[in-house]
C-alpha cells in the first residue's frame, strides 16, 4: 500500500508560480516512479510529468515543457512539481501518482489506468 497527500496548491496570477508537493508513505518511495496529472472542469484526467526511482528519467507532456519541474528527494519521500509560467489554462486539480508495477525502473508511464495509487489532488488556480 502507498499512501499520497498533495498540497501547496493555490490562486496564483498569470506568469506566477507555485511549488506542489506530495509525500508518501508505505511502500519504499525510493524504488517506483511518480508522476503528476491534472483534470479541469468537464475534462478528462491529463498526464503532465513523471520522474523514475532516483530522479535520473524525466519525461513532460508537451503543454508544460520548459515551464515545470518534477524532482524527487527519497530520503524525504516527496515528489515535488515546481510550476513556473502559469497560464489560466493551467488550472486544474493535480494529483500525485505512484507506479509500484516496475522497481528500479527508468520507464515512465503516461497513462491514467497505468498508476496504482493516487492522492486526493490539489486544487491550482491561475487567474488572468
Known amino acids: 500500500q502507498v499512501q499520497l497527500v498533495e498540497s501547496g496548491g493555490g490562486l496564483v496570477q498569470a506568469g506566477g508560480s507555485l511549488r506542489l508537493s506530495c509525500a508518501a508513505s508505505?511502500?519504499?518511495?525510493?524504488?517506483?516512479?511518480m508522476g503528476w496529472f491534472r483534470q479541469a472542469p468537464g475534462k478528462e484526467r491529463e498526464f503532465v510529468t513523471a520522474?523514475?526511482?532516483?530522479?535520473?528519467?524525466?519525461y513532460y507532456a508537451d503543454s508544460v515543457k520548459g515551464r515545470f519541474t518534477i524532482s524527487r528527494d527519497n530520503a524525504k519521500n516527496t515528489v515535488y512539481l515546481q510550476m513556473n509560467s502559469l497560464k489560466p489554462e493551467d488550472t486544474a486539480v493535480y494529483y500525485c501518482?505512484?507506479?509500484?508495477?516496475?522497481?528500479?525502473?527508468?520507464?515512465?508511464?503516461?497513462?491514467?489506468?497505468?498508476?496504482?495509487?493516487w492522492g486526493q489532488g490539489t486544487q491550482v488556480t491561475v487567474s488572468s
Open positions: 520522474i523514475n526511482w532516483n530522479g535520473g528519467n524525466t
Open positions: 501518482a505512484a507506479d509500484v508495477s516496475r522497481m528500479y525502473s527508468n520507464y515512465l508511464r503516461k497513462k491514467v489506468n497505468e498508476y496504482g495509487y
Open positions: 508505505g511502500r519504499t518511495f525510493s524504488s517506483y516512479a
